[in-house]
């Protein structure tokens, strides 16, 4: 049994789709299972003992080309897909690009979500629902019914061979996203840090990527600090950064794939929410294996991890900030008691 699975999107939106991984390992024990993914999100799939081959695609590289030689290495990588003869291939993201590739492939089973119109509409054997109605987690488990097999667990894995330094007893803060709209207010984060390090004397460490955006983002955060935090921020790969979360007590940070590491990680999370929906994407928890974020909004709790979201009616907006801003005034204000007590709660 041969299987591809196609996940052509973001490092936290792979890292949800790991369920799927194991569930088809489990069903199909002798099965060599593959992996088609933009090359940014390797890192998730990379070392995971079920994965056969990753397959990358690399868009940047691609579109740097001429387009002659675009559209052959571009040949190559379909090519390899139909060289491969699989029997299944699940497309887990919506598009034409995910579709063609399994109409390509020839494989027997095609599991996926049908594009609203073209030629690819019809192409899935196993066409699947639309995702937005459930946890992501939940939803990369859609093909695993649709294809008749059974589902045993629903348990996110991260895999990470990296060393770093041996850094113990402290809280992991990730306060910022790609997307700056996901961010909470600088002197908010500002007074959680000083809050951890100098009431509660416990040693923090930020960590951010390598990004200009989000390093100023940290530059102005502990320009706004009383306290000394151990900033990592911009020195770790991001097979680094799972190592080191994994040595933390308690992770504290945005709607981010830093945040579903954590998870992953099963370290206790508290994690702020504006304008997505904690529905489809709060932190997973991994022992109690459902979804617990029944609301559409305000503060919600599973066995470990705890989302803060406001409650207004405007709230999840699934905008990208308030009037095109890139600034979410949701997380602009929130609560710093109640964010106190919730790490208070983490901690005992």
Same mark, same amino acid.
């Given at each position: 049994?041969?299987?591809?699975?196609?996940?052509?999107?973001?490092?936290?939106?792979?890292?949800?789709?790991?369920?799927?991984?194991?569930?088809? @390992?489990?069903?199909?024990?002798?099965?060599?299972?593959?992996?088609?993914?933009?090359? +940014?999100?390797?890192?998730?799939?990379?070392?995971?003992?079920?994965?056969?081959?990753?397959?990358?695609?690399?868009?940047?590289?691609?579109? #740097?080309?001429?387009?002659?030689?675009?559209?052959?290495?571009?040949?190559?990588?379909?090519?390899? %897909?139909?060289?491969?003869?699989?029997?299944?291939?699940?497309?887990?993201?919506?598009?034409?690009?995910?579709?063609?590739?399994?109409?390509?492939?020839?494989?027997?089973?095609?599991?996926?979500?049908?594009?609203?119109?073209?030629?690819?509409?019809?192409?899935?054997?196993?066409?699947?629902?639309?995702?937005?109605?459930?946890?992501?987690?939940?939803?990369?488990? !859609?093909?695993? $019914?649709?294809?008749?097999?059974?589902?045993?667990?629903?348990?996110?894995?991260? /895999?990470?061979?990296?060393?770093?330094? !041996?850094?113990? !007893?402290?809280?992991?803060?990730?306060?910022?996203?790609?997307?700056? /709209?996901?961010?909470?207010?600088? +002197?908010?984060?500002?007074?959680?840090?000083?809050?951890?390090?100098?009431?509660?004397?416990?040693?923090?460490?930020?960590?951010?990527?390598?990004?200009?955006?989000?390093?100023?983002?940290?530059?102005?955060?502990?320009?706004?600090?009383?306290?000394?935090? %151990?900033?990592?921020?911009?020195?770790?790969?991001?097979? $680094? =950064?799972?190592?080191?979360?994994?040595?933390?007590?308690?992770?504290?940070?945005?709607? =981010?794939?830093?945040?579903?590491?954590?998870?992953?990680?099963?370290?206790?999370?508290?994690?702020?929410?504006?304008?997505? #929906?904690?529905?489809?994407?709060?932190?997973?928890?991994?022992?109690?294996?459902?979804? #617990?974020?029944?609301?559409?909004?305000?503060?919600?709790?599973?066995?470990?991890?705890?989302?803060?979201?406001?409650?207004? $009616?405007?709230?999840?907006?699934?905008?990208?900030?308030?009037?095109?801003?890139?600034?979410? !005034?949701?997380?602009?204000?929130?609560?710093? +008691?109640?964010?106190?007590?919730?790490?208070?709660?983490?901690? @005992?």
């Amino acid at each position: 049994m041969k299987i591809l699975i196609i996940k052509f999107r973001n490092i936290g939106d792979v890292l949800l789709s790991t369920p799927l991984i194991k569930n088809l @390992k489990l069903n199909y024990p002798d099965a060599s299972i593959d992996f088609a993914l933009n090359k +940014e999100t390797k890192d998730m799939i990379e070392d995971n003992p079920d994965i056969n081959e990753v397959l990358i695609y690399d868009r940047k590289k691609l579109k #740097s080309l001429p387009i002659f030689k675009r559209a052959l290495e571009e040949w190559k990588f379909l090519k390899k %897909i139909k060289n491969k003869n699989y029997d299944i291939v699940i497309n887990l993201t919506e598009g034409d690009r995910g579709a063609f590739y399994a109409f390509v492939s020839k494989a027997s089973k095609k599991v996926g979500i049908p594009p609203k119109k073209g030629i690819f509409k019809k192409v899935y054997t196993h066409p699947l629902p639309k995702p937005w109605q459930k946890h992501m987690v939940e939803a990369s488990l !859609d093909p695993i $019914e649709a294809l008749g097999l059974k589902i045993f667990e629903k348990k996110l894995y991260v /895999f990470s061979n990296e060393e770093v330094k !041996d850094y113990k !007893d402290f809280i992991h803060i990730h306060p910022v996203s790609r997307w700056l /709209f996901k961010c909470v207010k600088d +002197e908010t984060i500002a007074k959680i840090i000083d809050f951890l390090e100098l009431d509660l004397k416990q040693r923090v460490i930020l960590t951010a990527a390598p990004e200009k955006k989000e390093l100023n983002k940290i530059k102005s955060i502990l320009s706004l600090c009383k306290s000394s935090p %151990i900033n990592l921020s911009g020195k770790l790969s991001l097979k $680094e =950064t799972i190592s080191l979360n994994k040595k933390a007590k308690l992770f504290i940070g945005v709607d =981010t794939a830093i945040m579903h590491i954590a998870a992953a990680n099963s370290i206790p999370t508290i994690a702020f929410f504006g304008p997505s #929906s904690a529905k489809n994407w709060g932190p997973w928890d991994n022992e109690e294996q459902k979804n #617990s974020y029944l609301k559409d909004k305000g503060i919600q709790r599973s066995k470990n991890h705890t989302v803060i979201q406001e409650d207004w $009616e405007c709230v999840p907006c699934h905008q990208d900030g308030c009037n095109g801003s890139k600034i979410s !005034d949701c997380l602009m204000n929130l609560n710093l +008691e109640i964010i106190k007590k919730e790490i208070r709660e983490k901690l @005992k």
